[in-house]
Each structure stands twice: as C-alpha cells, then as structure tokens.
C-alpha cells in the first residue's frame, strides 16, 4: 500500500495529469508525468496515481496487476521529484506481463519521461 500522502485520489488530479503531463508508452504501461508547482514545498511528496482498467482481465488479473505496479512504484519514489504527479496505467498486455517485464517497462518510461 502507498502511504496516503503519496496518492492521487481525485479524479479531477488524474484528468490534469494525463491531460497536461509529458507521456512516455511501452508494451505494458503508459506513464504519465506533471509537476505541481504548488507542491514543491518542504514536506511536498510525490503523488501517485493507478488506472487497471477491465480491458486487463478479470478482477483476479486486474488486482495482480495493480499490485505488482504499487509496489514498483513504492520502489521510484525517492527517484522523483517531489512536486511530481504521476499516473500510470496499465495497458491490455500487462495482464500477461511478468513481474520483472513490468519493473522494467516502468523504468523505461520514468526516464523517458523525466529526461
């Protein structure tokens, strides 16, 4: 579980992100990258947000998925920056990804995006 100061939650914080936020794309992930410029402060944290949506599998698949990705993303935390907004959505091969093709799948596109 990500600690609450590190999630998105809003569905209006996700639209801003994927709207205005730099995307880089693999096979299994989309990754969506913002900085809030408000959130920079001392004590700002970095937000993350995950879409698995049932175009991934069944709800057994979909929660896998969404695991595998929350403790990924646990891992990339200190790597951003602490006004970054980050949504990461899963696309229909991360279904039947492997653990390791996620991890670097997701590293792939955080430095893409970050660069």
């Not at 600690?3 to 995307?23: K, N």
């Not at 698949?61 to 899963?90: C, F, N, T, Y």
């Amino acid at each position: 579980m990500l600690p609450a100061a590190h999630r998105l939650t809003s569905a209006r914080s996700f639209r801003s992100v994927i709207r205005d936020g730099r995307r880089a794309g693999s096979r299994t992930l989309v990754v969506h990258l913002a900085l809030d410029p408000g959130a920079g402060h001392e004590g700002g944290a970095p937000r993350v947000g995950l879409v698995v949506s049932r175009a991934v599998g069944n709800s057994v698949v979909r929660h896998r998925v969404q695991r595998r990705l929350r403790h990924l993303v646990r891992e990339q935390l200190d790597v951003l920056p602490a006004s970054a907004l980050l949504v990461v959505r899963a696309t229909p091969a991360a279904g039947g990804a492997a653990y390791r093709e996620l991890g670097a799948d997701l590293d792939r596109c955080l430095q893409r995006v970050m660069s």
